[in-house]
């Protein structure tokens, strides 16, 4: 296998755990994307350094620790986690991760229940990209009631997923 | 907020602030909030790695929200009834009510923000496509379509022409219209053109002797052989993978030649492309922009600089009018040679303005204007000709009426109009040789005009014969006769309006250049030459003999446009 498709490989595999670990260490879903894109840009340059066989997300990881310092590093400290709570988080990440495929199929038959508002909610600002404000202009609605309702989707989402992943026996 | 199990209210306050700092909006007061709960409860932890979760997902997978696919995935589980969302949404519902902090309930208070929230692009920087424009970025769509190959046999692409086509490998002639799948062994096209349109309205025009995958209905794999590209906004991210690099397409029109040696030569005519080159050494990954080209090396993956030339590739062809396109500009010389702009203006060819009609010699004789607007019956695309004199007042410049206030000229013409290319050699004519910037004109087309004489070429007429182009500006550089005190005034009308003007032209040493825009409705382009003020009243009454002016390579630059 070519070192191209070898990195190809690895990344396709690891890419949403990736993602989600960045999102984790900044939630700031901008700004997470662009670090995304640039630690995997890294990952790509070094990856002569990767030792074949050897963990790459762990490898992965640690390129995208160093760019989200870096990124820590030029945000205003008042947006930035601390190290007690980046370990705290990675560590969480690491082992939610391990049941990742089981979640997202949860996590499809819960959105299959939302509400039709709810669902357009979320169709407005995730696939069509409105803005909070766009979505507020177009429904009649207050930037915050939508804020609030967002928070709530997420927050019975969560719910839904877990007691999915219960009925299945699995960790929840 | 204690290190025991989290209340529904401080849940809910958990939430908020997560949701407004991924929306970016959140203040450094409830950033600050935030982070003292996650640092004081790992079940806060827990929630804010699963709520994150969540949210990757649903940006990453537009078919997770999508209403089709979510009517499809029904469940049967018991913790998936039709009304558990709406008791769930209950439950959610009757919890004690939260306490929201004072900032967060005020409205305007979230959109004050002290953290100025990025504007989000349109489409999601998650979305592949996005990725494709953004170099870093494109080496993952790269990655992700290379990873994620189509089977064999999905239709991907259309047939819409071909000339002179000859495929091996059992296929033998396709008709147009026949539908392209993706193969298990390669396309080899003997000789001849075929232009292709895959299923993202990418346009690609490949031309023999090739060889080719269709991988999927944006990509393909060049084995060898010759493809130009014309990729809409719609399909960013087309790429062409060859022996020795990978270009992906950042919207653009671009030209790849793949030789057997493993050579490739990139061209980009119009936007901008990477290339990705190189092995693990030398690796590289550039971005090549319009009018750029480069030379991937066969042997080591170097990549080289190379001379850019536009014309290189078949860009498009019409089998029906035989004719190949690559990019060469509508030479103005050959229609008023009563040709279409594309056939070479070859010998020497006269257009007297007062007749319309056509002659293969042009010397010097004094004839009179008969102050009339001429039709020119053997051209479709030359509206009329005429001798300017504005002595009696504006004189019409169009079959529409359109006027032109020309000065007073003697109202004499002393050579047709000629178009020729380079020299005129030995042929039947008093045109001295053209001199520009120092040296004779030996190859390039040119249309003179001699005082007084004028030409109006008709845009629409031409914009019909080419459905699938559009007009986009007339270029030349003019210049006087070398020698003999020419006096010249110059000027290019649109629809009788002044586009450019020049006056007293004596001096070749000081060659004007032309590039003039052309609008979509602009339908009549009128090219005057008058003699200019003599010193003398008598000088101005003897027909000048000098008052030759010459526009080299003139041309009216076409694009292609993918919509048409």
């Given at each position: 296998m070519s070192e191209n498709d070898e990195y190809l490989s690895l990344f396709i595999k690891h890419n949403q755990h990736l993602f989600h670990f960045v999102l984790t260490l900044v939630p700031n879903y901008s700004d997470a994307e662009d670090i995304f894109q640039e630690s995997a840009q890294i990952m790509w340059k070094k990856f002569d350094t990767y030792r074949k066989g050897t963990n790459f997300l762990a490898w992965a990881r640690k390129i995208i620790r160093f760019k989200v310092s870096n990124y820590y590093r030029t945000v205003k400290q008042q947006f930035s986690f601390d190290e007690d709570i980046i370990a705290k988080v990675s560590a969480v990440q690491h082992e939610a991760s391990k049941n990742f495929s089981e979640k997202k199929a949860a996590l499809k038959g819960c959105l299959s229940k939302m509400t039709p508002s709810?669902?357009?909610l979320i169709q407005m600002r995730y696939t069509r990209n409105l803005t909070i404000q766009e979505i507020a202009r177009q429904s009649n609605r207050s930037v915050f009631t939508l804020y609030r309702r967002i928070s709530t989707i997420y927050a019975l989402l969560q719910n839904c997923i877990r007691k999915t992943l219960i009925e299945w026996g699995l960790d929840a | 907020?204690?290190?025991?199990?989290?209340?529904?209210?401080?849940?809910?306050?958990?939430?908020?602030?997560?949701?407004?700092?991924?929306?970016?909006?959140?203040?450094p007061e409830q950033f600050l909030t935030l982070k003292q709960m996650l640092r004081g409860s790992p079940e806060a932890v827990k929630l804010y790695v699963d709520y994150m979760a969540i949210l990757s997902d649903i940006r990453s997978s537009n078919s997770l929200i999508d209403k089709e696919s979510l009517k499809l995935s029904g469940m049967n589980d018991p913790a998936c009834d039709s009304n558990?969302?709406?008791?769930?949404?209950?439950?959610?519902?009757?919890?004690?009510?939260?306490?929201?902090?004072?900032?967060?309930?005020?409205?305007?208070?979230?959109?004050?923000?002290?953290?100025?929230?990025?504007?989000?692009?349109?489409?999601?920087?998650?979305?592949?496509?996005?990725?494709?424009?953004?170099?870093?970025?494109?080496?993952?769509?790269?990655?992700?379509?290379?990873?994620?190959?189509?089977?064999?046999?999905?239709?991907?692409?259309?047939?819409?022409?071909?000339?002179?086509?000859?495929?091996?490998?059992?296929?033998?002639?396709?008709?147009?219209?026949?539908?392209?799948?993706?193969?298990?062994?390669?396309?080899?096209?003997?000789?001849?053109?075929?232009?292709?349109?895959?299923?993202?309205?990418?346009?690609?025009?490949?031309?023999?002797?090739?060889?080719?995958?269709?991988?999927?209905?944006?990509?393909?794999?060049?084995?060898?052989?010759?493809?130009?590209a014309t990729v809409p906004s719609e399909a960013i991210g087309f790429t062409i993978n060859t022996p020795t690099s990978r270009i992906i397409d950042l919207g653009t029109e671009f030209g790849v030649q793949a030789d057997v040696s493993g050579d490739v030569q990139l061209h980009v005519?119009?936007?901008?492309?990477?290339?990705?080159?190189?092995?693990?050494?030398?690796?590289?990954?550039l971005e090549i922009t319009e009018g750029q080209a480069k030379k991937v090396s066969g042997v080591d993956g170097t990549v080289l600089d190379i001379e850019y030339n536009r014309t290189k590739f078949a860009r498009k062809i019409n089998s029906a009018a035989t004719r190949i396109w690559r990019g060469e500009n509508l030479?103005?010389?050959?229609?008023?040679?009563?040709?279409?702009?594309?056939?070479?203006?070859?010998?020497?060819?006269?257009?007297?303005?007062?007749?319309?009609?056509?002659?293969?010699?042009?010397?010097?004789?004094?004839?009179?204007?008969?102050?009339?607007?001429?039709?020119?019956?053997?051209?479709?695309?030359?509206?009329?000709?005429?001798?300017?004199?504005?002595?009696?007042?504006?004189?019409?410049?169009?079959?529409?009426?359109?006027?032109?206030?020309?000065?007073?000229?003697?109202?004499?013409?002393?050579?047709?109009?000629?178009?020729?290319?380079?020299s005129v050699g030995n042929q039947r004519t008093t045109i001295p040789p053209v001199i520009f910037e120092g040296q004779e004109v030996a190859n390039d087309a040119v249309l003179m005009l001699h005082s007084n004489a004028g030409i109006t070429f008709d845009l629409q007429m031409i914009r019909n014969s080419l459905p699938q182009f559009d007009l986009r500006s007339f270029?030349?550089?003019?210049?006087?006769?070398?020698?003999?005190?020419?006096?010249?005034?110059?000027?290019v009308l649109i629809d009788g309006q002044i586009r450019y003007e020049k006056k007293i032209i004596t001096d070749e040493r000081s060659p004007i250049s032309l590039d003039i825009e052309?609008?979509?409705?602009?339908?009549?382009?009128?090219?005057?030459?008058?003699?200019?003020?003599?010193?003398?009243?008598?000088?101005?009454?003897?027909?000048?003999?000098?008052?030759?002016f010459y526009l080299i390579k003139p041309e009216l630059s076409l694009t292609d446009n993918p919509d048409k």
């Open positions: 709810d669902l357009d | 907020m204690g290190v025991g199990r989290m209340s529904y209210s401080e849940q809910r306050k958990l939430y908020d602030l997560i949701t407004l700092s991924v929306e970016g909006t959140v203040t558990f969302w709406q008791a769930l949404a209950d439950e959610e519902k009757n919890a004690p009510e939260v306490e929201i902090d004072k900032e967060e309930s005020r409205p305007e208070l979230i959109q004050n923000v002290v953290y100025t929230a990025r504007q989000e692009p349109r489409i999601s920087k998650f979305n592949i496509l996005f990725f494709a424009l953004n170099a870093a970025a494109v080496l993952f769509l790269v990655l992700f379509l290379k990873f994620v190959p189509l089977e064999h046999g999905v239709e991907v692409a259309t047939l819409t022409d071909s000339m002179h086509a000859k495929w091996i490998n059992g296929i033998g002639s396709m008709a147009k219209g026949t539908r392209l799948t993706t193969r298990s062994d390669e396309l080899l096209l003997q000789e001849g053109l075929a232009e292709l349109r895959l299923d993202n309205n990418t346009k690609v025009v490949i031309e023999g002797p090739a060889g080719f995958e269709l991988l999927a209905e944006d990509r393909i794999d060049l084995h060898y052989g010759r493809i130009f005519i119009k936007g901008k492309t990477t290339l990705i080159a190189g092995g693990k050494s030398n690796k590289v990954n030479d103005l010389a050959s229609i008023a040679a009563g040709h279409d702009g594309f056939q070479d203006v070859g010998s020497l060819i006269g257009l007297n303005p007062v007749t319309g009609k056509y002659t293969t010699s042009v010397v010097q004789k004094n004839r009179n204007t008969n102050g009339r607007y001429n039709p020119v019956a053997d051209s479709d695309f030359i509206d009329g000709v005429f001798v300017p004199d504005g002595g009696s007042g504006p004189i019409q410049v169009t079959s529409l009426g359109h006027t032109f206030a020309c000065p007073d000229t003697s109202g004499i013409y002393t050579h047709e109009i000629a178009a020729y290319r380079g270029k030349a550089a003019g210049v006087p006769m070398k020698e003999f005190n020419p006096d010249i005034y110059f000027w052309l609008r979509p409705q602009d339908r009549f382009l009128t090219l005057i030459v008058t003699d200019g003020l003599r010193a003398t009243e008598d000088e101005r009454k003897d027909p000048c003999s000098s008052d030759f």
